[in-house]
């Protein structure tokens, strides 16, 4: 990104969209039939704010195909309830025992454990329900190519396998090519669900697919290694929890790896693989640059 005004103004846009997609959110959290108890805690890890960066991906790509809006909005929900989910999971004692987020007590500090766990499960859940029910022209077979690939994305080849890498690695540290499979399963591989899902329900080419879905991974590395090196050097306010974590949790990352510098450098070399990723494109919305430009220097 050029200049502060550019980044001004990507960040008022994706406010914007994040806004669109509260009012979404909010319609789809009216669940009738559900305790109180569970629906409040859904409400409060959901609705918390947050960048909304996967969601803003998938609408883009969504648009760039012309999709209905209203489509792209509802699958960007089940994306955001599914970070949710594992935003709370995470934050749990017996993973990486955080007790703030987003500046807000982490749900099992708001609530309690046991309820932190069921509003994680419920989430998951939600989503998936989401993806299942009825859209306005939307072939029920790239419903199922969605939901076949948002569980291998989450699973254990994907979040779930890469969460207990990193848990694996608080006793032993991970070697430079196991840390970069990791960070790609934890985080790499939802971001890039989030691209490729723009892609699916625009019924785009096999090429585009992937083409997207590469800009995703190498996007989500390096926002994951921005990620790690905030964990220690980022502003605590800015960033909304306690910084340190990989290191009091004895978690392998890049910043342990390599150091700040490289960490940059990696994450540079990342941004450049992914615009390169869409090269089969004449042109492309000037978003698709300026996010990675938000990704290189970001603050929270």
Known sequence: MKNKSEMDSFINELNSRAKDLENVLEEILKIDNAPDKLIESLRYAVLAGGKRLRSFLLIE???????????????????????????????????????????????????????????????????????????VKLNKNTQIELINLLSKRIGPEGMVGGQITDLSSRENTLSFENLKQMHMMKTAFLISFSCEAGAIIGLAKQQEKKAFREYGEYLGMAFQIIDDVLDLTGDKKLIGKNLGSDKSNNSTSYLKAIGKEKSYQEAEKYCEKAISSLDIFEKLPENFKSVLGFVRSRKF
């Open 61 to 135: 790509v969504a648009d760039f195909y012309k999709v209905n809006r209203q489509n792209s909005l509802m699958v960007a929900a089940a994306i955001e309830l599914i970070h949710a989910y594992s935003l709370i999971h995470d934050d749990l004692p017996a993973l990486d025992d955080d007790d703030l987020r987003r500046n807000k007590p982490s749900t099992h500090i708001k609530f309690d454990e046991a309820t932190a766990i069921l509003a994680g499960d419920a989430l998951q859940s939600l989503a998936f329900q989401i993806l299942s029910s009825s859209f």
